[in-house]
């Protein structure tokens, strides 16, 4: 009878299971210790091996002959146990036992003693769809758990666990597998199982999956068989519905550089063959991601691996690639309010501005755009700040003479004219103190102006009085 990869390799010890080095390092050391929790949460991601690792611990918890933390997998206890006839691991899908009544009968069985290993263990898969009242039932027998007893509660929501459950449980986080954590598991199954692959198929997979090593050793699976026996990047691509990396990057030059009516055209052809769409546009985001690291970070190689596609890029200013990227995150949003291929379209359409974007050098010289000390430079040095800033600051009045007043710029100040009596009626002492760059000059008769350039005399005021 034919075993699904997913059962298959499944892993038997701690050292077998891929990633979660802290837990699983934890949990180790509980068992050789004695150290053993009455409860535990494992919360984290779908696929991510934390009802694998309940299983582990129920193991090398009930093993007759535990070898430095891990099970034997040799004796009967860990035989029943992979079998599923074990009497003293009870599995439960709280999705479908999620009431009081259900707890309550777990709360009746766990005052026995187990039948034939050291420990009776719970797993509850999917605990966060327990009701209230059920999580209450619980929480009793958290209180005061019977010896020999433990809970592993296993969740994708830890956010929906009660908190008192939370504070009785030993927490253990559960984070997605890199990708090429995941590509290192799928090559040993291939080599194991004598399939022909490119590397380059198995790091498709470990994207498609999404950080979970069950998802990504069921698709393996499926890859096989509808390759015969080998696993090609084409034939992946082909069975998966998702395009190569080499049409998605040409997109992006499509897009960057407005060339709507191809790009409009490509996504019509995908629609139609069958291409999932949604994947697409997943490697379409990821694709620019990199191509953001790229251009904005100094040393861009140490984080992604870069090629000719990111060099290509060398002279497109970021605030372009800045403005791709938003517009297709942007499509997700739309389509919660229409079909997602439309929304794919819409997203297109408004590529087209990505031509008249400039960069911010360019802006700066070409005049559109000043910079903000020489915008400033400009309205202050003017007439008409300096009464603005007068109004506000001195008076009205004092703002009201000053418009009476002639005035003129010279040499980056404003000077204001006027007769004697306006500018007596004028507090310069303080309109001065704020604003340094204004003056005042008297206003003179131009017989005396000619006086004045004649002789080089001064005007000399006389004192009254």
């Known amino acids: 009878m034919y075993i699904p990869f997913a059962r298959k390799y499944r892993p038997k010890t701690f050292e077998e299971v891929v990633g979660q080095e802290g837990v699983k390092t934890v949990l180790k050391t509980a068992v050789k210790t004695g150290k053993v929790h009455h409860a535990y949460l494992f919360a984290g991601p779908r696929g991510t091996g934390k009802t694998t690792i309940a299983r582990i611990l129920t193991k090398a918890l009930n093993c007759l002959n535990p070898k430095d933390g891990d099970p034997c997998n040799a004796c009967e206890n860990c035989l029943s146990i992979d079998k599923g006839n074990f009497p003293d691991l009870i599995e439960i899908d709280a999705a479908s036992n999620r009431g009081i009544e259900d707890i309550r009968a777990i709360r009746d069985a766990v005052s026995y003693a187990p039948i034939k290993g050291k420990y009776k263990v719970y797993i509850l898969d999917e605990a966060h769809m327990l009701t209230k009242e059920a999580f209450n039932a619980l929480l009793k027998t958290?209180?005061?758990?019977?010896?020999?007893?433990?809970?592993?509660?296993?969740?994708?929501?830890?956010d929906k666990i009660l908190p008192t459950i939370l504070s009785r449980c030993q927490r253990f986080i559960f984070s997605k597998l890199r990708n090429d954590e995941i590509v290192y598991q799928l090559e040993k199954i291939c080599k194991a199982e004598g399939i022909d692959y490119e590397k380059e198929a198995l790091y498709i997979i470990a994207m498609v999956s999404d950080g979970g090593m069950r998802d990504a050793v069921s698709l393996l699976d499926q890859a096989s068989i509808y390759g015969e026996g080998k696993i090609t990047q084409e034939k992946l691509e082909e069975f998966l519905g998702i395009p190569s990396q080499a049409k998605v990057r040409e997109f992006i030059n499509m897009l960057i550089e407005a060339r709507k009516d191809d790009a409009i055209k490509t996504l019509q052809s995908m629609y139609h063959s069958g291409i999932n769409l949604q994947r697409f546009w997943d490697m379409l985001e990821e694709e620019i991601r990199s191509l953001l690291l790229y251009k904005s970070l100094t040393k861009p190689e140490d984080i992604i691996e870069v090629d000719e596609f990111h060099k290509h890029f060398d002279g497109v200013p970021l605030t372009k690639i800045l403005y791709l990227e938003k517009v297709v995150n942007q499509a997700r949003a739309d389509a919660r309010t229409r079909d997602f291929y439309r929304a794919c379209q819409l997203a297109i359409i408004k590529t087209e501005l990505i031509k008249d974007i400039m960069d911010l050098t360019e802006l700066l010289s070409s005049g559109y755009v000043r910079?903000?000390?020489?915008q400033a430079k400009e309205e202050e040095r003017t007439p008409e700040f300096a009464i603005k800033v007068v109004e506000e600051k001195v008076g009205s009045s004092q703002a009201q003479i000053l418009k009476k007043l002639k005035a003129q710029v010279k040499d980056d100040k404003v000077i204001f004219v006027g007769s004697a009596?306006?500018?007596?009626?004028?507090?310069?002492d303080k309109i001065k103190n704020l604003l340094a760059w204004v003056d005042f000059e008297e206003e003179v008769s131009d017989f005396t102006k000619q006086v004045k350039d004649i002789f080089g005399a001064k005007i000399i005021k006389k004192k009254e009085g």
Request: proline residues 10%; contains cysteine; aromatic residues 6%.
């Open 421 to 428: 009596e306006d500018l007596k009626s004028l507090d310069i």
């Open 371 to 374: 910079t903000k000390e020489a």
């Open 142 to 158: 958290l209180e005061e758990p019977p010896p020999k007893t433990v809970f592993v509660l296993c969740t994708t929501e830890y």
